[in-house]
């Protein structure tokens, strides 16, 4: 099932009840709670970089209006090169 | 719902900000029998699906797969308002029998309800990609009585072409 319709957690779910039916015992078919707890972990400082990031964007956007706003380019599509 | 399948036990309890909580518990009807059971479950899964696969999985009713899930556990009120307006204000929060809060509040490392340990499945973005495409290529089929049917018309190795 993972292969035919790209559904990896539907797949496991198969897996685990056709051995609990077969052999009377679900079987573990993913990684621990040790795993999911990493993966968060792991996620926490990308997401504070997004933050960053998104404010540094914030920052050079409002320079960049600012810059505009003295020059008088304000709204007006940079010049192409010739 | 989670009646249908479990026949005794706690299914959620819901807690206002004073502490107060009403307990909503298994009457013992069952009426869909004891059969093995297996809940997926992602970050979509969310609000009343969750309330049912984490009473499910806390009464060893059903094992979960997949991912945490979404994270939204909390009651709102909409209050009307003079003039016309209303205010849509949070009162409560679901609790899981273990009392977890269902809901994701910024700075708590729990939330929602996590797969069975050794059940979590998580995909790659290529997979994550794979099954979107996957899902954006169901037709909608008209039912018997008119009713919109969720059917997939895919032969074998149509979408898993796509993994490989």
Same mark, same amino acid.
């Given at each position: 099932?993972?292969?035919?319709?790209?559904?990896?957690?539907?797949?496991?779910?198969?897996?685990?009840?056709?051995?609990?039916?077969?052999?009377?015992?679900?079987?573990?078919?993913?990684?621990?709670?040790?795993?999911?707890?990493?993966?968060?972990?792991?996620?926490?400082?990308?997401?504070?970089?997004?933050?960053?990031?998104?404010?540094?964007?914030?920052?050079?956007?409002?320079?960049?209006?600012?810059?505009?706003?003295?020059?008088?380019?304000?709204?007006?599509?940079?010049?192409?090169?010739? | 719902?989670?009646?249908?399948?479990?026949?005794?036990?706690?299914?959620?309890?819901?807690?206002?900000?004073?502490?107060?909580?009403?307990?909503?518990?298994?009457?013992?009807?069952?009426?869909?029998?004891?059969?093995?059971?297996?809940?997926?479950?992602?970050?979509?899964?969310?609000?009343?699906?969750?309330?049912?696969?984490?009473?499910?999985?806390?009464?060893?009713?059903?094992?979960?797969?997949?991912?945490?899930?979404?994270?939204?556990?909390?009651?709102?009120?909409?209050?009307?308002?003079?003039?016309?307006?209303?205010?849509?204000?949070?009162?409560?929060?679901?609790?899981?029998?273990?009392?977890?809060?269902?809901?994701?509040?910024?700075?708590?490392?729990?939330? #929602?309800?996590?797969?069975?340990?050794?059940?979590?499945?998580?995909?790659?973005?290529?997979?994550?990609?794979?099954?979107?495409?996957?899902?954006? #290529?169901?037709?909608?089929?008209?039912?018997?009585?008119?009713?919109?049917?969720?059917?997939?018309?895919?032969?074998?190795?149509?979408?898993?072409?796509?993994?490989?």
């Amino acid at each position: 099932m993972a292969k035919d319709f790209a559904d990896p957690q539907l797949a496991a779910a198969l897996q685990t009840l056709s051995a609990r039916l077969t052999k009377g015992e679900f079987a573990k078919v993913g990684k621990s709670h040790a795993d999911l707890l990493a993966d968060l972990a792991r996620g926490e400082p990308l997401q504070r970089q997004r933050e960053a990031l998104l404010k540094n964007l914030e920052q050079i956007q409002k320079e960049l209006n600012e810059l505009e706003k003295r020059t008088g380019t304000e709204g007006k599509p940079p010049k192409e090169k010739k | 719902m989670t009646k249908l399948f479990l026949a005794k036990g706690t299914i959620v309890t819901i807690k206002g900000s004073d502490g107060t909580g009403q307990t909503l518990k298994a009457d013992g009807s069952e009426p869909l029998g004891d059969f093995p059971l297996v809940v997926l479950l992602n970050e979509q899964t969310a609000s009343a699906a969750e309330i049912v696969a984490g009473a499910l999985n806390e009464n060893d009713r059903a094992v979960l797969v997949g991912t945490r899930s979404f994270g939204k556990g909390s009651v709102q009120n909409i209050m009307p308002l003079e003039g016309g307006g209303a205010i849509k204000l949070t009162t409560a929060y679901y609790h899981l029998p273990s009392g977890r809060n269902l809901q994701r509040i910024p700075g708590q490392k729990t939330w #929602g309800v996590d797969p069975t340990d050794g059940d979590y499945v998580p995909l790659d973005a290529k997979q994550t990609e794979a099954l979107l495409e996957a899902m954006r #290529g169901r037709e909608i089929l008209g039912g018997k009585d008119g009713a919109a049917k969720n059917d997939v018309k895919v032969t074998a190795g149509d979408v898993g072409e796509r993994l490989r």
